[in-house]
């Protein structure tokens, strides 16, 4: 690789961990809103997270130009970019590269989590409507985890994907 190259790979690099930083602090605001019920700025996030995560993509794209990849950016992976840096930039590489992983790992413990107060919060009001209905009678019981397991069949209301 050329070292202009390297220099627009190492800019795009950068510009990914910061849109995945901001990825990351919309889901931090996404979980405090969840917690808040705020549905407007849940609303607002939800935009803000899509355009976070179409910016990826793009540069996710512009990486792949960068080096010449042939590949789909559905197939991209970071492990093969990094095989092309040459030897003598590769720990600067790997110190960005690793940043990415710990973000996007984070990334993903905060989107289960904001999953599963959603599906509980659901589940809870399910309950409720249930009992307010006459549907089932109230039979809720409490596992070792602190959770409640739901008494009746019905499902009044449920996540989308």
């Known amino acids: 690789m050329e070292n202009d190259v390297i220099g627009l790979v ?6 990914k961990i ?7 602090h919309y889901f931090k605001e996404e979980r405090e809103s969840l917690i808040n019920i705020n549905l407007d700025k849940l609303w607002k996030i939800s935009k803000e997270k899509e355009k976070a995560c179409s910016e990826i993509i793009s540069t996710r794209q512009e990486i792949m130009s960068a ?6 950016h559905q197939s991209f992976n970071l492990n093969r970019i990094m095989e092309c840096i040459p030897g003598k930039y590769k720990t600067d590489f790997q110190k960005l590269y690793l940043r990415i992983l710990k973000l996007k790992g984070e990334i993903e413990v905060l989107r289960i989590q904001n999953m599963t107060v959603i599906d509980d919060s659901l589940d809870f009001m399910d309950e409720i409507i249930s009992i307010i209905t006459g549907e089932t009678e109230s039979r809720i019981i409490y596992n070792d985890k602190c959770r409640f397991s739901k008494s ?3 499902l009044f209301l449920n996540r989308e994907i």
């Open 10 to 15: 190492e800019t795009l690099f950068f510009k």
């Open 18 to 24: 910061m849109l995945y930083n901001d990825l990351l």
């Open 67 to 72: 080096v010449g990849s042939k590949e789909d």
């Open 152 to 154: 009746g069949p019905n």
